[in-house]
């Protein structure tokens, strides 16, 4: 099981770190965030590998950063220089494989970018 937090109003330009906990060890999954604004399907964001290697969609890279803490078992999502844009509702995700596709999510957390 995976629960998301950390969404909230942020104005434009603002910070956001959204944290993702899981109930068992994410050493072996690749982590991932996806988002999902009103009416659009739901698109990936970022993910982490194994060996903590990441990959970022294009829209979000150099502006998100994804890390995870395998100790604690949870992954976060900094995002920085944040843009209406980025309005929309994050998902956790955790996949069995390095490219597959996520095997499990979470509920879900909004983020709301507006001044």
């Known amino acids: 099981q995976l629960a998301e937090s950390g969404g909230g109003l942020v104005q434009p330009g603002g910070s956001l770190t959204l944290s993702c906990a899981a109930d068992?060890?994410?050493?072996?999954?690749?982590m991932g965030w996806y988002r999902q604004a009103p009416g659009q399907r739901r698109d990936f964001v970022a993910r982490i590998f194994r060996g903590d290697s990441t990959d970022y969609a294009e829209h979000v890279r150099g502006r998100f950063t994804i890390s995870r803490d395998t100790a604690k078992n949870t992954v976060y999502l900094q995002m920085n220089s944040l843009k209406p844009e980025d309005t929309a509702v994050y998902y956790c995700s955790a996949a069995d494989t390095p490219w597959g596709s996520p095997d499990y999510w979470g509920q879900g957390t909004q983020v709301t970018v507006s001044s």
């Open positions: 068992g060890s994410i050493f072996s999954w690749t």
